[in-house]
């Protein structure tokens, strides 16, 4: 069985986790800190970053979005549509959803790994003002939820969770048809509810 080296509170982790279990496919959930950089997580990828998805015959494949393409060619296209265009629109979803989530991480790591003096606020607005956009965009015209869901909705939902998690109160302001996606999303998928990060 692959086991996925991973975080519970990563959005990128979470994502992943979620398709796995969309999917039928059965991984070995390894949990991680990345902070004390385990010999198991830099031999299966020199960058030190989660998740990763280590295969039984040893190769590693890391970045959510090549774990994702992975499975969905073994579950032959169980998180991604045949048709060209809803494909795109899938894979569009889920690289803007990835992109908040890469500004939302970079404000974490921002106030986490400086001393409070040399937080740079610029740094932190500019990151934010991405983050309002793209979530306004959204907000606009939420994804539709269909029985069959795409690995693009799994990864919006990974980051509303990850975005509740650590700028809760702050982002759902104005956003009030982003949040019933996400409790639409909870309620139509229960066994992916626990996979949202925490």
């Known amino acids: 069985m692959p086991r996925l080296l991973y975080a519970s509170t990563s959005p990128y982790s979470s994502k992943v986790r979620m398709a796995a279990l969309y999917a039928g496919i059965a991984v070995d959930l390894v949990p991680i800190k990345t902070e004390d950089k385990p010999a198991e997580l830099i031999d299966a990828n020199p960058l030190g970053k989660i998740p990763v998805l280590v295969l039984d015959d040893g190769r590693s494949v890391h970045d959510s979005r090549a774990i994702i393409q992975h499975l969905n060619r073994m579950s032959k296209n169980a998180l991604f549509p045949r048709n060209p265009d809803k494909r795109l629109e899938a894979e569009v979803l889920e690289a803007l959803a990835d992109g908040i989530?890469?500004?939302?991480?970079?404000?974490?790591?921002?106030?986490?790994?400086?001393?409070?003096?040399?937080?740079?606020?610029?740094?932190?607005?500019?990151?934010?003002?991405?983050?309002?956009?793209?979530?306004?965009?959204?907000?606009?015209?939420?994804?539709?939820?269909?029985?069959?869901?795409?690995?693009?909705?799994?990864?919006?939902?990974?980051?509303?969770?990850?975005?509740?998690?650590?700028?809760?109160?702050?982002?759902?302001?104005?956003?009030?048809?982003?949040?019933?996606?996400?409790?639409?999303?909870?309620?139509?998928?229960?066994?992916?509810?626990?996979?949202?990060?925490?």
């Open 101 to 198: 989530c890469d500004c939302a991480l970079s404000m974490v790591y921002e106030r986490r790994t400086r001393p409070e003096d040399m937080v740079y606020q610029p740094w932190l607005d500019r990151q934010w003002a991405k983050i309002t956009s793209a979530l306004d965009l959204l907000n606009a015209n939420p994804p539709k939820l269909p029985k069959k869901i795409t690995a693009g909705q799994l990864a919006l939902r990974a980051c509303l969770g990850y975005l509740s998690l650590r700028f809760a109160g702050k982002w759902e302001k104005g956003r009030s048809r982003l949040v019933r996606w996400a409790a639409r999303f909870d309620e139509k998928f229960p066994e992916l509810k626990p996979c949202v990060p925490a």
